[in-house]
């Protein structure tokens, strides 16, 4: 692959990464935790913890590197962002070498897992013996 080809297929996946990076400092610089970002809408009509309440505090705690306390957060939300990390780099690898990525195929079992799963969790954590996994 020539270098102005490999620019242009790598394009997409640095604009991707430079808006994380860029999400990244803001998450940093002014912290969820002390800050006023938007309430959760589902949190402020029922007062039950959604499945991504707690999300924007836990990225925040990942961009400290503290990890107990962004999974005390929200554990899906980091689990996500470790999946979102690893599907970025083999996004731009296939780019770079210029082989083409096998995109999963997502069928309606797949779909139902993970429904299924998200709905668990948000019946876990608003239970009192599930409150470990309510946002801190």
Known sequence: MTAPTRSRSIA??????AAAVGGSVLLHVRDPRTSTYLPC???ALTGLWCPGCGATRALGDLTRGDIAAA?????VA???????????GLWFRSRWTGR??????????TV?????VLA???????TPWGSALAPT
Do not use: E, Q
């Open 12 to 17: 997409a996946p640095l604009g991707v990464a």
């Open 41 to 43: 809408p589902f949190h």
């Open 71 to 75: 999974a005390s957060s929200n554990v």
């Open 78 to 88: 980091v689990v996500l962002a470790l999946v979102a990390v690893g599907v970025w």
């Open 100 to 109: 083409s990525l096998r995109r999963p195929r997502v069928d309606r079992p």
């Open 112 to 116: 139902i897992v993970l429904i299924t």
């Open 120 to 126: 668990a969790f948000m019946v876990v954590r608003n």
